[in-house]
């Protein structure tokens, strides 16, 4: 990060806890599969059933997700990577931890010092860095290789994603590619990473030195956390701090504490300009910075012969593409409308803090999505747009209010609700929501009591009850009624179309469903047009 970081020596020193959160990232590939297997029917029903709505109105009213069953325990791995995704506990011990490093000897006989020196040697003549080998980085790299292989293992298989879209950006500005690495160093791969200091992103930007590169924060986004900019502007900031000291080793160590930090060391060292020389001068978390980076490059460039296995993701970043909003949207309603899971929509748009991608004309946000589904969501804008638009209009109070954090409120969940919904209603995280409850599905009951730290107030006890009186007034049945079996392939949305005037919501209201999911041989209720 800029004048911060977060070294992956961090990993090696926090205990068995990271380890068991960190081993779901390897999970992201499988999860990511198994949502795209669903994901082309779910498309092609949604869009075939959208052309052939009678009116525009009706495909507003019942635009919605199809009938998806989830599996029980890969939506278990779901919320485990989840929480590894967005969970920032690790960075509350960085300072101590890097404090506290001694660099004693380590025994690890499976890579004996003769084989390392070698090793180093054929890196450093490829490298512009100063991979020459002494005994405080073998400390680092034998103690990476022998307390923490698996998390070394996760971060190399999350490095599939990432490392060809870094690759590309350092590409453009002349950059070594080699500074991939350092995102490692800095944020273990995590584009939602935030110190306790407030750096945030793959690159860990402040926001200042953020702003000053272009990286704008708002109550919706924080670029700081896009992988495209924020990537490019590590890069140019990396470029200026080259430019300034004419060294790669003390470009990085200003990156991490600051030029004027390096100009310090440089003088009270009398002068030297090796990094190995002025480390002692240097603050100590900046000390082990660069070693801690020099033991990622080789960890990663000698992942097979260490036994690593180099990943190849289920999607790759090239296999997504972008597209510029429009309209207002949340990722919750665009994972309804295209089947694909709200995880993976969260994993490729980072930098939208409450899953709401804002529109404003003076600025270009966009959308990423899997290639697989981003034609039909160009190609049915209009609908997917006007269904956002019409679900906004529902609610009282359409954009965020922001309350203190602190505001815990229990809430009771009611006929027609769903994680998405309750999680819009008070602006936070579906996975927040999970995390406060202890929930490991997205399945809620009616009845059941959640525990919200709304980021958006919510409404007086009086008000509250009005709306409900209101809403249970509009939910009953009145006049004829008729029973409707489920049968296999139904969805909320294929239902609605049978019946004249009857959306989606008619059919959630009238039968207290919890979210859209729908199971053969289920008898819904249907009022009589």
Do not use: C
């Amino acid at each position: 990060m800029a004048f911060r970081f977060f070294t992956l020596l961090v990993l090696l020193n926090i205990g068995t806890g990271f380890s068991q959160v960190s081993d779901s990232i390897s999970l992201q590939n499988n999860i990511i599969k198994d949502s795209s297997k669903v994901r082309s029917t779910v498309v092609k029903d949604t869009l075939l059933d959208s052309r052939q709505a009678a009116a525009k109105t009706v495909a507003v009213d019942s635009f919605s997700i199809k009938n998806l069953k989830d599996h029980e325990l890969a939506a278990q791995f779901d919320a485990k990577w989840h929480d590894e995704l967005f969970n920032n506990n690790l960075y509350d011990t960085i300072s101590k931890s890097i404090a506290e490093l001694d660099y004693e000897p380590v025994i690890y006989t499976e890579l004996p010092t003769d084989t390392l020196k070698a090793r180093l040697k054929a890196l450093n003549a490829r490298t512009p860095f100063n991979v020459e080998y002494n005994p405080a980085l073998e400390s680092v790299i034998k103690s990476y290789l022998k307390n923490r292989p698996k998390t070394l293992q996760k971060l190399i298989n999350l490095s599939a994603f990432y490392f060809p879209m870094f690759e590309a950006e350092l590409d453009k500005h002349d950059i070594p590619l080699e500074i991939k690495y350092l995102a490692v160093v800095e944020s273990a791969l995590k584009p939602r990473a935030k110190s306790r200091v407030g750096a945030t992103g793959l690159w860990q930007f402040m926001f200042t030195t953020g702003k000053m590169y272009g990286l704008n924060v708002s109550s919706y986004v924080d670029e700081r956390s896009d992988p495209i900019m924020s990537t490019e502007a590590a890069a140019r900031y990396l470029s200026k701090l080259y430019k300034i000291f004419g060294d790669w080793d003390l470009a990085l160590a200003a990156y991490n504490s600051g030029p004027g930090n390096v100009t310090k060391a440089i003088r009270r060292s009398g002068g030297y300009q090796n990094y190995w020389n002025i480390r002692h001068n240097l603050p100590r978390e900046t000390a082990g910075y660069l070693p801690a980076f020099l033991a990622n490059m080789y960890i990663f460039e000698y992942a097979e012969e260490h036994g690593f296995k180099q990943a190849k993701p289920e999607i790759a970043y090239f296999q997504t593409d972008t597209v510029k909003v429009k309209h207002m949207i949340t990722l919750d309603q665009v994972s309804e409308v295209t089947g694909t899971s709200i995880e993976e929509l969260q994993f490729l748009n980072p930098s939208y803090k409450l899953d709401i991608i804002p529109y404003l004309k003076e600025e270009d946000y966009v959308l990423r999505l899997p290639l697989d589904v981003i034609g039909d969501f160009v190609n049915n804008e209009d609908e997917i747009y006007a269904y956002a638009k019409a679900e906004f209009n529902k609610r009282e109070k359409p954009l965020p209010q922001f309350s203190k954090a602190s505001d815990k409120i229990t809430y009771r969940v009611k006929s027609g609700d769903y994680l998405g919904k309750i999680s819009r209603k008070y602006g936070v995280r579906i996975s927040d929501l999970k995390r406060w409850n202890g929930l490991r599905s997205n399945n809620i009951d009616i009845g059941q009591r959640l525990t919200i730290y709304p980021k958006r107030p919510h409404t007086s006890t009086k008000s509250a009850t009005a709306s409900t009186n209101k809403a249970a007034t509009t939910k009953r049945l009145s006049g004829p009624v008729s029973t409707y079996t489920v049968k296999q392939g139904d969805s909320l949305w294929s239902i609605s179309q049978k019946f004249s005037g009857v959306s989606v919501q008619n059919i959630i209201d009238w039968n207290g469903i919890s979210g859209t999911k729908l199971k053969p041989g289920m008898k819904l209720k249907i009022a009589k047009g």
